[in-house]
């Protein structure tokens, strides 16, 4: 009896050993287990702020490809206005250069009319007497229906011999010393 109660105190001892030591791990997957829920709350916590940052994110993500939508509509627009605008200075380009090649002509112009006043002036000063007896007042015989001749005194005024006055006057149109003036006609009242 004393070997049995041995072997069995020695499975008794045996058994609380391996009862303190599955105590022991107990405790530990115990504290094993409360350190991974304190790690399962703190991952669902990242969790739900990493879902919020994503929904937050996709909502940017779709307003920066609207405005990515908007801004090539733009930039395609200002690609055309800039395209009007390059077309647009190049008409105008196109005219300046016109209206300097005309301003040039008329620069050459302007000075072959100098050159050619300064010649007149000079052929002026030369023969100043040539022109006033060439000025002088002549008489003309001027034609009429009834065949008569009649011979008036036409007055030709004197050209003046400043190189600024030197276009004659056409033939054709009369100076105002030679206008007729009428009489207006007596009307029925005798007026």
């Known amino acids: 009896l004393e070997t049995l109660a041995a072997t069995h105190q020695s499975k008794v001892d045996g058994l609380q050993a391996e009862i303190q030591a599955r105590e022991q791990r107990r405790s530990q997957v115990q504290a094993a287990t409360q350190a991974a829920e304190g790690q399962l709350t703190e991952l669902q916590a990242k969790s739900a702020e990493a879902e919020e940052r994503s929904s937050h994110l ?6 920066l490809d609207e405005e990515h939508a ?16 390059k ?3 190049k008409e105008e380009t196109q ?23 300064a010649q007149l002036a000079e052929t002026e000063m030369a023969q100043p007497a040539s022109i006033e007896s060439e000025m002088m007042p002549e008489t003309e015989t001027l034609p009429d229906s009834s065949q008569m001749n009649v011979r008036t005194n036409r007055i030709v005024p004197r ?19 030679e206008r007729i003036t009428r009489k207006p006609l007596p009307d029925a009242k005798g007026t």
């Open 58 to 63: 996709i909502t940017t993500l779709a307003a």
């Open 70 to 85: 908007s801004l090539t509509d733009l930039l395609t627009e200002l690609q055309e206005e800039v395209a009007t605008q």
């Open 87 to 89: 077309a647009y200075l």
């Open 95 to 117: 005219r300046a250069e016109d209206a300097k090649k005309l301003r040039d002509q008329l620069e050459a112009q302007c000075s072959t009319l100098s050159a050619t006043k």
């Open 159 to 177: 050209m003046a011999t400043s190189a600024e006055t030197i276009t004659p006057r056409p033939r054709g149109i009369p100076m105002k010393t």
